[in-house]
């Protein structure tokens, strides 16, 4: 197992281990249609990465054969992936569940429109990210007119039967703090949320995933520009809970980045830390075979704090 210098202290991130795989994370390519202060992934408008149609078919060829119960979809917009209809529709013939991390303001783009129609269609799980229910923190962190954009989406979303009470269609929102802090706890969060959105605008929506911003690429650099690199770091090496270790997101999923190769989950991949099997530096989705991972070990970094501190993080939100 390979373990990145520690950044901070003389200590090492405690090792992981596999459990059974039931996730497979695509990025379908950095291309995005706005540009946040938070991501991980530097994504945005004149990114040119998107995965190609052989390499979805290598992903839908493993999706089977893997027999993996759920199809996390991410980007950039991966809604921008002229792809992403076919990934999406194949996986549910399938009875793969399936869940798109969408930014919302992609439902309002030209061409796009019909998106979150396409969504419903196919019982897709939406995952959409809106940092505060206020206008002001939302515009700081991804730009003027996102959370105008994202209210109509939402409205639209709901329009369509996503969060009613007697619809199948999951609608789930993303909290990301504002700045280097750590996420307030999740339960009350959710509450403030649910009565916020329907008093003012009424939206509704099922739960609300509360995930601390991790300490890479953009988010990085505006860490070290402010001089508040290190001091982050020590606050989620600080804040670090060993029960958070069973529910970390790696133990069950595995990250697919847009040429097809394959990490322990989207931080490493973002990081340039594949995932290590049999020997090989990097591993393509097209060389995995159906047989299981557990108890494989995990690829581990400084960067790891980010999911175990406080009540910890996942891409399904708290642990704890």
């Not at 700045?179 to 403030?192: C, F, I, K, V």
């Not at 099922?206 to 890479?216: G, V």
């Not at 075979?289 to 910890?312: F, L, S």
């Amino acid at each position: 197992m390979s373990a990145v210098q520690p950044i901070i202290k003389n200590t090492f991130f405690p090792p992981l281990k596999r459990a059974r795989l039931t996730t497979l994370q695509v990025n379908l390519g950095y291309l995005c249609n706005q540009q946040c202060t938070h991501c991980h992934v530097n994504a945005g408008p004149k990114r040119k990465e998107l995965m190609s149609r052989a390499t979805v078919e290598q992903v839908l060829c493993y999706l089977r054969a893997a027999k993996i119960t759920t199809l996390d979809v991410t980007g950039g917009a991966p809604e921008l992936n002229p792809h992403f209809r076919e990934l999406v529709s194949a996986a549910r013939s399938h009875g793969v569940r399936v869940m798109d991390r969408c930014n919302l303001t992609i439902l309002e783009q030209p061409g796009y429109e019909d998106m979150a129609q396409f969504l419903a269609d196919h019982q897709v799980e939406v995952v959409a990210s809106l940092p505060c229910y206020l206008e002001d923190n939302v515009d700081k962190q991804r730009g003027d007119g996102v959370f105008q954009s994202s209210l109509r989406a939402l409205q639209k979303l709901n329009r369509l039967g996503y969060a009613a009470a007697d619809s199948a269609l999951t609608l789930d929102l993303v909290y990301n703090p504002v700045g280097p802090y750590l996420p307030p706890p999740q339960a009350a969060l959710e509450q403030d949320y649910k009565r916020e959105l329907f008093d003012r605008y009424g939206i509704v929506f099922n739960h609300l995933y509360t995930i601390t911003n991790m300490p890479i690429k953009r988010f990085a650099a505006e860490l070290k520009k402010a001089g508040q690199y290190e001091q982050y770091m020590e606050l989620l090496q600080g804040a670090h809970q060993d029960t958070n270790l069973a529910g970390v997101m790696c133990r069950s999923l595995i990250s697919v980045d847009w040429q097809g190769y394959v990490y322990d989950c989207d931080f490493n991949q973002m990081l340039g830390l594949p995932l290590r099997l049999n020997g090989k530096a990097r591993m393509h989705i097209s060389e995995l075979t159906d047989t299981g991972m557990e108890g494989r070990p995990i690829v581990i970094g400084d960067h790891c704090y980010g999911c175990t501190a406080g009540q910890g993080s996942s891409c399904g939100g708290a642990l704890n």
